[in-house]
């Protein structure tokens, strides 16, 4: 399997732009969560889906963030509009759905973003 | 959620045994002890899982007292690849999903 991938590795772009980050996870996971990753606040959960449907976004922090995700093998997280504040690393992970233990999430690369 | 307390920052040199220790006074009955890796420019990656007693796998050991306040990460002759941060979590394990909350980390430097 080719794990978690996620696109664009870097991203760079203006204040005020819109950004679409996007993610397929492992092929049979039933969970799919956006992290995003600072020097100041560390790794943040944004938002995480089961089965497609959003569970938890209590994470996102404001309604220029919005994430979706229309089948099991696809999800975007769109920030609308950008500002410099956004600069971050962002990850998608995915997790199996297995019971009796916490589940292992697998984490992509990443998506370097920056915002001018 | 437990919270988890553990170091900032720690290092070693190759060859020898580190071991990371995490509080986590607060888990509940269902809860089990995760640590993940971290590399530069690299998403978290899992390296172990525990519930009480001892686990080992091909990377650690993970050593959890009874009482369960506590727990600690046993990487055994470290090399400078295991530099990296390693985060402790603590999740519900009771069939519901856990949220994993990472918290700063443990920042392990490695030298020759």
């Known amino acids: 399997d080719a794990g978690v991938i996620q696109s664009p590795r870097h991203e760079v772009t203006e204040m005020g732009q819109e950004v679409t980050l996007r993610c397929k996870p492992i092929?049979?996971?039933?969970?799919l969560f956006w992290y995003r990753q600072t020097m100041m606040r560390g790794l943040e959960l944004l938002i995480y889906?089961?089965?497609?449907?959003?569970?938890?976004d209590s994470g996102m922090p404001e309604d220029r963030f919005s994430a979706k995700m229309p089948n099991a093998s696809f999800s975007t997280l769109k920030i609308q509009p950008s500002e410099p504040r956004d600069s971050a690393v962002y990850f998608c992970?995915?997790?199996?759905?297995?019971?009796?233990?916490?589940?292992?999430?697998?984490f992509g690369p990443g998506t370097r973003l920056t915002v001018l | 959620l437990a919270k988890t307390t553990q170091p900032i920052s720690m290092d070693s040199y190759e060859g020898q045994e580190v071991n990371i220790t995490c509080s986590h006074n607060n888990i509940a009955t269902n809860d089990y002890i995760t640590w993940y890796q971290q590399f530069p420019s690299q998403g978290p990656r899992f390296i172990i899982q525990?519930?009480?007693t001892k686990v080992t796998n091909e990377v650690a050991s993970l050593f959890i007292p009874a009482d369960r306040k506590s727990s600690t990460l046993s990487l055994p002759r470290v090399s400078l690849s295991d530099t990296a941060v390693y985060y402790c979590l603590v999740g519900d394990g009771a069939g519901g999903y856990n949220k994993l909350i990472f918290g700063a980390g443990t920042r392990l430097a490695v030298h020759p």
């Open positions: 092929s049979g996971h039933d969970y």
């Open positions: 992970a995915s997790s199996p759905r297995t019971s009796g233990s916490t589940d292992t999430q697998y």
């Open positions: 889906f089961n089965n497609n449907v959003p569970i938890d």
């Open positions: 525990g519930y009480k």
